[in-house]
């Protein structure tokens, strides 16, 4: 199917473990970006990516790591996932940097 | 800094009837692009109209269209003709096109109300 993918959609994890989120886009666009969602701040930017290979930090980067190593597809990882990583993930693409954003469906975590 | 402030938590407007949620931002950039996000129930986020910041004329997608204010820093929504379909959050985002960096920054959110 066309678009882009997030997987899981939903995720119950424990303080400590490592979770990897997955993101997947099928229009080999150049960027691609990760949001966290929360009550009371919108979404903010975790990570962005220009190209394969390229990623850069976005406003709310600590306690995540990004990859990529194929343009279509742009995992983010908790490596110690704590409580205060609980929050609606969101994945998006863009064919350029004056595009808008291309929004996946979201991954909704919850650390415990 | 940038920043997207929308005042409005909450707004509610009669089927058939014309809202506007408003958004003001803080920039000192001279490039950069505007957008409204709507964000129905199920969570998907979808591009409502975006404005590029160098054009004067407001944008428009058929009931949807902005008022564009540069100097004033303000870029309001109107949804005419209110549809029980466009019940959702909505969010205002300024994106900076300034060469080398990347920011993109949402406001908090308006959540419209249709009322039957």
């Known amino acids: 199917d066309a678009g882009i993918t997030q997987s899981p959609r939903y995720k119950i994890t424990e303080t400590g473990r490592q979770v990897t989120l997955m993101c997947h886009q099928t229009w080999s666009h150049s960027y691609m970006f990760w949001y966290r969602q929360d009550l009371g701040h919108g979404l903010r930017l975790i990570y962005y990516?220009?190209?394969?290979?390229?990623?850069d930090k976005g406003e709310v980067p600590d306690g995540y790591v990004v990859s990529r190593s194929k343009t279509e597809n742009f995992p983010l990882t908790l490596e110690s996932a704590t409580r205060s990583q609980t929050s609606v993930y969101f994945c998006a693409s863009s064919e350029s940097s004056r595009g808008h954003d291309f929004f996946g469906p979201g991954t909704r975590l919850l650390v415990l | 800094a940038q920043t997207v402030t929308q005042s409005q938590p909450e707004m509610s407007v009669q089927e058939a009837e014309t809202v506007t949620l408003s958004c003001t931002y803080d920039?000192?950039?001279?490039?950069?692009?505007l957008f409204w996000y709507k964000q129905p129930p199920s969570r998907q986020m979808i591009l409502v109209i975006r404005q590029e910041a160098y054009k004067q004329q407001n944008a428009t997608e058929n009931r949807f269209s902005v008022n564009f204010q540069k100097a004033a820093k303000s870029f309001s929504l109107k949804i005419s003709d209110s549809q029980l379909g466009d019940a959702a959050m909505y969010f205002c985002?300024?994106?900076?096109?300034?060469?080398?960096?990347?920011?993109?920054?949402f406001g908090t959110g308006t959540r419209l109300k249709v009322l039957a």
């Open positions: 990516s220009a190209a394969a290979d390229i990623t």
């Open positions: 920039t000192s950039e001279s490039d950069y692009y």
């Open positions: 985002a300024y994106r900076s096109l300034t060469r080398g960096t990347y920011k993109y920054i």
